[in-house]
C-alpha cells in the first residue's frame, strides 16, 4: 500500500530559526515521485519541489532544502531562517502509477514574529 | 508556468440545490484530470479521475451519483455536487497533469451548503 506519514502536525518556531518537517513514505514501486506542496491560508497548493526515486541528491533552493533518503524512505524539508510568510500547512506527497496522488495529513508550520 | 483555474473560489448554496465547479488548464492540454476533496485541518483526499471523453473513475466510498464529473474537452472539467447536503461542505481543488508529468492544482473551490 501506498502511505506518506507527516508525524508532525502542528510546528511552531519563532522567527529565524530553522525548521524541518518530516516525510516518512511507503510504496512498492520502484518508480515513483515525490513532493512538496505549500497551503498558504488562502487555501491555494504551491508546488515546492519534485523529486524522483532515482535521485538521491539533496536539492537546496534560497532557504528551503530537501533531504532524499531512499534507505529510510524519508524525504524531509528543512527552512532555514525561517520567516512569518513561511507560515502555512506543508503537504508530503507521494505520485505513483497513474498520477495518482496520495497526500500526508501535512503539518501545520506557524512561524512567531 | 502552466496555470490550473478553478471557478468559482467560493459557493454558499442552499440544501438540496445543484452546485456545479469549473477545473481549466489555461495553457497546456490535460487528458487526466483529478478532484480531490478536503475537510477542515486533513489532508487532500482523492475524489476521482476524470478523463476526457469517457467516464470518470471514482474512488472507493465516493458517490459517482452525489458528485457527477465530466471531462468534455481537454483544457475543462467540471464537478457537480447534486443534491447538496451540508455534509458536502468542503473545501474541493482539482489538477491535471501536463505532458512533462508534473501536475498543476486550481486555487480550490469553497463550498458552504446551508
Known amino acids: 500500500a501506498q502511505k506518506v506519514t507527516q508525524a508532525q502536525t502542528e510546528i511552531s518556531v519563532v522567527e529565524k530559526e530553522d525548521v524541518t518537517l518530516d516525510c516518512v513514505y511507503e510504496?512498492?514501486?520502484?518508480?515513483?515521485?515525490l513532493f512538496w506542496y505549500k497551503q498558504p491560508p488562502s487555501g491555494e497548493l504551491v508546488f515546492l519541489i519534485r523529486r524522483n526515486s532515482f535521485d538521491e541528491q539533496n536539492e537546496i533552493s534560497g532557504r528551503y532544502s530537501w533531504n532524499f533518503q531512499k534507505s529510510t524512505s524519508s524525504f524531509n524539508f528543512t527552512i532555514t531562517a525561517s520567516q512569518v510568510v513561511d507560515s502555512a500547512v506543508y503537504f508530503c506527497a507521494l505520485r505513483y502509477t497513474g498520477n495518482q496522488f496520495y497526500f500526508g495529513t501535512g503539518t501545520s508550520l506557524t512561524v512567531i514574529p | 508556468g502552466a496555470v490550473v483555474s478553478q471557478h468559482p473560489s467560493r459557493v454558499i448554496c442552499k440544501s438540496g440545490t445543484s452546485v456545479k465547479i469549473e477545473c481549466r488548464s489555461l495553457d497546456f492540454q490535460a487528458t487526466t484530470m483529478f478532484w480531490y476533496r478536503q475537510f477542515p485541518k486533513k489532508s487532500l483526499m482523492l475524489m476521482a479521475t476524470?478523463?476526457?471523453?469517457?467516464?470518470?473513475?471514482?474512488e472507493q466510498g465516493v458517490e459517482k451519483d452525489k458528485f457527477l464529473i465530466n471531462h468534455a474537452s481537454l483544457t475543462l472539467s467540471t464537478l457537480t455536487v447534486t443534491s447538496a447536503h451540508p455534509e458536502d461542505s468542503s473545501f474541493y481543488i482539482c489538477?491535471?497533469?501536463?505532458?512533462?508529468?508534473?501536475?498543476?492544482f486550481g486555487e480550490g473551490s469553497r463550498l458552504t451548503v446551508l
Open positions: 510504496t512498492r514501486d520502484t518508480t515513483y515521485y
Open positions: 489538477s491535471a497533469s501536463r505532458d512533462t508529468g508534473e501536475l498543476f
Open positions: 476524470s478523463n476526457e471523453g469517457s467516464k470518470a473513475t471514482y
